[in-house]
Structure formats: structure tokens, C-alpha cells
């Protein structure tokens, strides 16, 4: 896979679909690599006219890590956002960071604006784009989570322990394991779910090409300490789709609703079954509702290719 530099880093990326095709640029979620997207996900946003570009966000997978670089425990930097300290100063880096990465990203591979999609974290990293990078965002879809307003439903318990839960030993097996056991947790409906058998094997696959614990916890710190934006949501102008779990237990679906809530004019949909994840059979369901939205996004340019 290719590398690329892009805001000081060097950024591991991959392309799917016609390079003159307009930019759709996919951002993972907390310590997920980009080789957890579905194949049959980034092969039917290609076919739909986009150029699907996903990439290894900061510190995970292979682009640039961090290391040698500590952060506070997650402990000490919640109270000390309760305190009021400056945080954000304390740590490695925040979110602010890992959206200029992925503007810095757009620019380097030659695109002027993309489409811009990010599950979970990813999907704070891309509102932060539309917020601090507008001339880089052509339309914003925040899937599965959270304006960032500390007044929102939190996490259920058993949620947030699958979050943070570490194997008692750091091997293929023990990765795989507890992958599977956190699935059965924050994912969709059974009906819906990848097997844990698939989980595990994604799992081990990730480990295998890069098992970063510290780049995971200063991603932990990064989103912890990220001031927040919530308020600022209102300036967004862009076209935005909110796509969101009606299971999900880890980030809840009032997270999605406060978002729509806030940027003027944004679509929101609430998906039965869906949880805390991205299973096979949720893949169709999502593309019925993305390329639609993004059909009626075209830029001119590309609309009189079509024409």
C-alpha cells in the first residue's frame, strides 16, 4: 500500500475507483485500522461514481507513530477536564490533529474538496474537518457518533468496559478472543452481526500487520481531551447525512439526533438492528442510503463528465 507525507506525518493510504472520480475519503474509528472497511462497502461506493480513498489514521496501523510519547491516564485527564485545565495542552495530540491529517490527506493526493465519511471517532475527526477545514469538505456524513456535548447519554457500563478491555495476554489468540467477546457487546442484532469466528479472524489480521497499545491510548487521550465542539456545529454549511444505530449502545442514538439537530438542514436516519459496528450485512443497507445522497452532491465538473 502506498504512503504518502500530509501535515507533517506519513500517512498509509489505499484508492479504490477511477482516479479522476470525486474524492470520497473514509476515516476509521478508534484504533481501527483501515483494513477493517468491507470490501463489498468500498467497492459499492466506487461503482456509485466515487473515488474511495481510505488510510491508517495517526499512530495506528502504518502510518507514523507516536512513540516514546506518553499520555496522561484516561482517569487524570477526565478530572482534569472537569477541573477546567487545558488538557488538550497535556497531551500528545487531539482530534484537532487527526483532522488536519485528514484534510492534509485530501490536499496531498491532489483533490481540492472530498466527500467526507468517518465512523465513530472517525466520525468527530470529520466534523472537526467541516469545522477547521471547510475548504476541504464537499459533503459530511458522521456515522454511529457524538456532537461531543458532554450532556448526552453516556455509554452503558458494560459498553464502555468492552471499550477498554485489554487481553490478560497480548497474543493472536487473546486479540482475537476479546475482539469477538466486545462484538457480542457494542454490535448490531445477532441477525445482523458478523459471526465471531469472522470478528476474530479481522482481529488477528490486524494484529499481524500492526499491534500499536500506546498509539491506542494516546487516541484514548486524544478524543478525551478534545475541547469541545458541539456549540460550534451551527457553522456548519455543508450537505450532511447523520447515520446512526438504533443498538448501539456505546455511542446512543441521541448522540446522531443532537447532531442533526445542530447543523441546518442535515438528514438523519436511524437504522433498526444496528449497533456499534460494521457487518456484511449492514453494507447494503448503508449504501442504500449513502449513494443516494451523494448522487444529488455531484460537483459540476464531474456532472458534465456524466452528461
Same mark, same amino acid.
Given at each position: 500500500?502506498?504512503?504518502?507525507?500530509?501535515?507533517?506525518?506519513?500517512?498509509?493510504?489505499?484508492?479504490?475507483?477511477?482516479?479522476?472520480?470525486?474524492?470520497?475519503?473514509?476515516?476509521?474509528?478508534?484504533?481501527?485500522?483501515?483494513?477493517?472497511?468491507?470490501?463489498?462497502?468500498?467497492?459499492?461506493?466506487?461503482?456509485?461514481?466515487?473515488?474511495?480513498?481510505?488510510?491508517?489514521?495517526?499512530?495506528?496501523?502504518?502510518?507514523?507513530?507516536?512513540?516514546?510519547?506518553?499520555?496522561?491516564?484516561?482517569?487524570?485527564?477526565?478530572?482534569?477536564?472537569?477541573?477546567?485545565?487545558?488538557?488538550?495542552?497535556?497531551?500528545?495530540?487531539?482530534?484537532?490533529?487527526?483532522?488536519?491529517?485528514?484534510?492534509?490527506?485530501?490536499?496531498?493526493?491532489?483533490?481540492?474538496?472530498?466527500?467526507?465519511?468517518?465512523?465513530?471517532?472517525?466520525?468527530?475527526?470529520?466534523?472537526?474537518?467541516?469545522?477547521?477545514?471547510?475548504?476541504?469538505?464537499?459533503?459530511?456524513? /458522521? %456515522?454511529?457518533?457524538?456532537?461531543?456535548? !458532554?450532556? *448526552?447519554?453516556?455509554?452503558? =457500563? @458494560?459498553?464502555?468496559? +468492552?471499550?477498554?478491555?485489554?487481553?490478560?495476554?497480548?497474543?493472536?489468540?487473546?486479540?482475537?478472543?476479546?475482539?469477538?467477546?466486545?462484538?457480542?457487546?457494542?454490535?448490531?442484532?445477532?441477525?445482523?452481526?458478523?459471526?465471531?469466528?469472522?470478528?476474530?479472524?479481522?482481529?488477528?489480521?490486524?494484529?499481524?500487520?500492526?499491534?500499536?497499545?500506546?498509539?491506542?491510548?494516546?487516541?484514548?487521550?486524544?478524543?478525551?481531551?478534545?475541547?469541545?465542539?458541539?456549540?460550534?456545529?451551527?457553522?456548519?454549511?455543508?450537505?450532511?447525512?447523520?447515520?446512526?444505530?438504533?443498538?448501539?449502545?456505546?455511542?446512543?442514538?441521541?448522540?446522531?439526533?443532537?447532531?442533526?439537530?445542530?447543523?441546518?438542514?442535515?438528514?438523519?436516519?436511524?437504522?433498526?438492528?444496528?449497533?456499534?459496528?460494521?457487518?456484511?450485512?449492514?453494507? /447494503? %443497507?448503508?449504501?442504500?442510503?449513502?449513494? !443516494?445522497? *451523494?448522487?444529488?452532491?455531484? =460537483? @459540476?465538473?464531474?456532472? +458534465?463528465?456524466?452528461?
Amino acid at each position: 500500500m502506498p504512503r504518502i507525507e500530509a501535515n507533517g506525518i506519513e500517512i498509509e493510504y489505499e484508492e479504490y475507483g477511477k482516479p479522476d472520480d470525486p474524492m470520497l475519503l473514509l476515516v476509521s474509528g478508534f484504533s481501527g485500522q483501515m483494513i477493517t472497511w468491507p470490501d463489498a462497502f468500498k467497492q459499492g461506493l466506487a461503482e456509485a461514481g466515487r473515488r474511495v480513498v481510505i488510510f491508517d489514521n495517526r499512530d495506528i496501523g502504518l502510518s507514523t507513530e507516536f512513540t516514546n510519547e506518553v499520555p496522561p491516564a484516561p482517569r487524570d485527564i477526565v478530572k482534569g477536564v472537569m477541573a477546567g485545565e487545558p488538557m488538550h495542552e497535556k497531551v500528545p495530540y487531539i482530534l484537532n490533529d487527526m483532522a488536519a491529517d485528514a484534510a492534509g490527506l485530501v490536499q496531498a493526493l491532489g483533490a481540492n474538496k472530498a466527500d467526507v465519511m468517518g465512523f465513530s471517532m472517525g466520525g468527530m475527526i470529520v466534523q472537526l474537518m467541516a469545522l477547521n477545514h471547510p475548504e476541504r469538505v464537499r459533503t459530511l456524513i /458522521p %456515522v454511529m457518533t457524538t456532537s461531543g456535548d !458532554p450532556a *448526552l447519554p453516556p455509554a452503558t =457500563p @458494560e459498553a464502555q468496559q +468492552a471499550l477498554t478491555a485489554v487481553p490478560e495476554v497480548r497474543n493472536a489468540d487473546a486479540i482475537g478472543d476479546l475482539a469477538a467477546q466486545s462484538r457480542r457487546v457494542i454490535g448490531s442484532h445477532e441477525t445482523v452481526r458478523n459471526s465471531d469466528e469472522a470478528v476474530k479472524a479481522m482481529a488477528i489480521r490486524a494484529f499481524e500487520r500492526s499491534d500499536r497499545p500506546m498509539g491506542v491510548a494516546r487516541q484514548y487521550a486524544a478524543i478525551l481531551a478534545q475541547p469541545r465542539w458541539h456549540e460550534r456545529l451551527a457553522g456548519v454549511s455543508h450537505p450532511t447525512l447523520v447515520l446512526h444505530g438504533a443498538q448501539d449502545p456505546l455511542i446512543r442514538p441521541a448522540a446522531g439526533q443532537d447532531i442533526a439537530e445542530r447543523i441546518p438542514g442535515a438528514e438523519i436516519e436511524i437504522i433498526e438492528k444496528w449497533g456499534h459496528d460494521l457487518p456484511e450485512k449492514m453494507v /447494503p %443497507v448503508l449504501l442504500n442510503r449513502i449513494v !443516494p445522497f *451523494l448522487g444529488k452532491h455531484v =460537483p @459540476e465538473e464531474a456532472r +458534465a463528465d456524466v452528461n
